[in-house]
């Protein structure tokens, strides 16, 4: 979650806390986070585990400026995000040297490529205990392409091989996890759930914006008489941007006030983002914002969130953010959005590629404001309740101190 206020440094809280103030040894955890070149976002989680009193250090490809700005330590290592096994044993030889050279006492690798060159890092140094973190299953396990077929196997052997080189390996949907022991890629009695990477309640409330900021800021995007449905996500085909496209077509044939707001990364996708004359075609209901830093503000003036993914996701952080903000949403029946979506309940569920009845979903939610109201207050008490930063923090504390004692 992106904001621009600072807030003060995060003082231990939870019963990890109290274990760890009893505990000087403890205290003294130095925990390395591995990730790729959005590690950033996770930064309310590495400064609540700092806050709880380990020493945290986080590795990524991406720029070193947030961290910088927050006080952490962060080393850059070299990681190609794309199928590249040369880059691939180069990122894993850095890895092995760096966790040789500080010795850290757990290495957590998140995401697809880290969470399998943490385990082999450390195996390779002989240093530390590593912890992995099964944030979905993504493209290969998602799309029936002759690629993602062909990956299949492959990507299974690898893990097969990198579960016993784990301590433990974390899961934020039952889904997953059942797929991993009936497939022999965790090892047995080495596994935790953990749904979702966790959400600050009291950060992103404090940059809830009140009506009159909200009203400048549809004037600012000259929205001021819309109705808004927002879209937080990478512009991928297996993200479900052209179901979208094709379901906003319908929506606006329907409802011409209505204006599609996407936010997130399109020109870095490679080969898997929607091309630029795709959006332009759904102009002017369609409009792509590209990367925001202000994305609680943009969910502060939203009717409806939609994620209309394709992709077996872990817990999406878009679904929290957006429920958070008291968002009727839409999404669809993949992994990882159902933990967080209760068809009828506090949102809409559909089945992915079908812009037909994401249309219908959208429309019906368009049309009935109190159920968009109610639902909206039901995904934020939900949120709140299962899915807090400080729980989620709490539950990764008990998991360090469990691996460290071996």
Same mark, same amino acid.
């Given at each position: 979650m992106n904001c621009s206020a600072q807030r003060p440094a995060l003082a231990p809280a939870g019963t990890a806390a109290r274990r760890?103030?009893?505990?000087? /040894?403890?205290?003294?955890?130095?925990?390395?986070?591995? @990730?790729?070149?959005?590690?950033?976002?996770?930064?309310?989680?590495?400064r609540k585990l700092a806050g709880l009193g380990f020493?945290?250090?986080?590795?990524?490809? @991406?720029?070193? *400026?947030p961290f910088a700005r927050h006080g952490l330590p962060y080393i850059r290592?070299?990681?190609?995000?794309?199928?590249?096994?040369?880059?691939?044993?180069?990122?894993?030889? *850095?890895?092995?040297?760096?966790?040789?050279?500080?010795?850290?006492?757990?290495?957590?690798?998140?995401?697809?490529?880290?969470? !399998?060159?943490?385990p082999l890092a450390t195996s390779r140094a002989g240093v530390g205990r590593?912890?992995?973190?099964? $944030?979905?299953?993504?493209?290969?396990?998602s799309s029936r392409s002759p690629a993602a077929l062909a990956l299949r196997p492959v990507y299974r052997g690898l893990q097969r091989y990198v579960a016993p080189r784990a301590a433990m390996t974390i899961f934020q949907?039952?889904?997953?996890?059942?797929?991993?022991?009936?497939?022999?890629l965790v090892a047995l009695g080495r596994s935790r759930l953990i749904p979702g990477a966790g959400i600050d309640v009291d950060d992103f409330n404090a940059c809830n914006l009140d009506s009159g900021a909200q009203a400048r800021l549809r004037g600012e995007l000259g929205?001021?008489? $819309?109705?808004?449905?927002?879209?937080?996500?990478?512009?991928?085909?297996?993200? @479900?941007?052209?179901?979208?496209?094709?379901?906003?077509?319908?929506?606006?044939?329907?409802h011409s006030e209505v204006v599609f707001l996407l936010v997130g990364p399109r020109e870095a996708e490679g080969p898997l983002a929607v091309s630029a004359s795709a959006l332009e075609r759904h102009a002017p209901y369609v /409009?792509?914002?590209?990367?925001? $830093?202000?994305?609680?503000?943009?969910?502060?003036?939203?009717?409806?969130?939609?994620?209309?993914?394709?992709?077996?996701? @872990?817990?999406? /952080?878009? !679904?929290?953010?957006?429920?958070?903000?008291?968002?009727?949403?839409?999404t669809t029946t993949m992994p990882g959005c159902t933990d967080v979506v209760r068809d009828g309940w506090n949102g809409l569920l559909v089945e992915p590629s079908d812009a037909r009845a994401l249309a219908r979903a959208i429309i019906t939610l368009l049309e009935r404001p109190e159920l968009r109201r109610e639902m909206g207050q039901r995904s934020r008490d939900f949120v709140r309740e299962h899915f807090s930063l400080e729980r989620v923090a709490d539950a990764h504390a008990k998991v360090y101190e469990e691996v460290s004692r071996g």
């Open positions: 760890l103030q009893r505990s000087p /040894r403890a205290t003294r955890q130095k925990v390395w986070c591995l @990730g790729g070149e959005d590690i950033h976002l996770r930064m309310p989680f590495f020493d945290v250090t986080v590795l990524g490809s @991406g720029e070193a *400026e290592y070299p990681l190609r995000r794309f199928l590249n096994p040369g880059a691939d044993v180069r990122s894993l030889r *850095e890895i092995v040297r760096l966790v040789g050279a500080h010795r850290p006492d757990v290495v957590h690798g998140f995401d697809t490529k880290p969470s !399998l060159l943490a590593a912890v992995r973190t099964i $944030n979905g299953m993504g493209y290969i396990f949907n039952a889904q997953d996890r059942a797929y991993f022991e009936a497939h022999g929205l001021q008489h $819309n109705t808004i449905v927002t879209t937080v996500s990478r512009l991928t085909r297996q993200k @479900g941007i052209p179901t979208l496209l094709e379901a906003a077509a319908r929506v606006a044939a329907r /409009r792509a914002l590209g990367v925001r $830093n202000d994305v609680p503000a943009l969910l502060a003036i939203t009717d409806i969130f939609v994620l209309p993914t394709q992709y077996r996701e @872990g817990v999406p /952080r878009a !679904l929290l953010e957006a429920g958070l903000a008291g968002s009727a949403i839409v």
